[in-house]
């Protein structure tokens, strides 16, 4: 069973916003690299961003500049602002989390990440 919990997904017009949460109170997500992940329908799952214990992001170029990865270590919450939404975006988004203390997230597989969410739909359509 999933130690987290994704919500804030929904449809969503094209150039509209959403911000996903993905909760946890199993643990602390202090030590853990975290990231977000989507599949769209007949696509592999892909990375969309990722963000560091130390708080470095990083994102696919589909979402750079329109995405942002946060997190509160202090409300075990990460989150996902997606803004000037496209139909492309349109798919299952999941968190995940690694418990690695690297300084950066830009070069850990998503296989490398061990605890998944459940997902949340994003539907980007007019």
């Known amino acids: 069973q999933s130690q987290f919990v994704e919500s804030g997904g929904g449809l969503v017009q094209p150039g509209g916003s959403l911000r996903l949460s993905c909760a946890t109170s199993a643990l602390s997500l202090v030590p853990y690299m975290l990231g977000w992940f989507r599949q769209a329908p007949g696509k592999e799952r892909e990375g969309v961003s990722c963000?560091?214990?130390?708080?470095?992001?990083d994102y696919a170029d589909s979402v750079k500049g329109r995405f942002t990865i946060s997190r509160d270590n202090a409300k075990n919450i990460v989150y996902l602002q997606m803004n000037s939404l496209e139909p492309e975006d349109t798919g299952i988004y999941y968190c995940a989390a690694r418990r690695d203390s690297a300084y950066v997230c830009n070069d850990t597989p998503q296989n490398d990440y061990t605890d998944w969410g459940q997902g949340t739909q994003v539907t980007v359509s007019s």
């Open positions: 963000i560091s214990v130390y708080g470095l992001a």
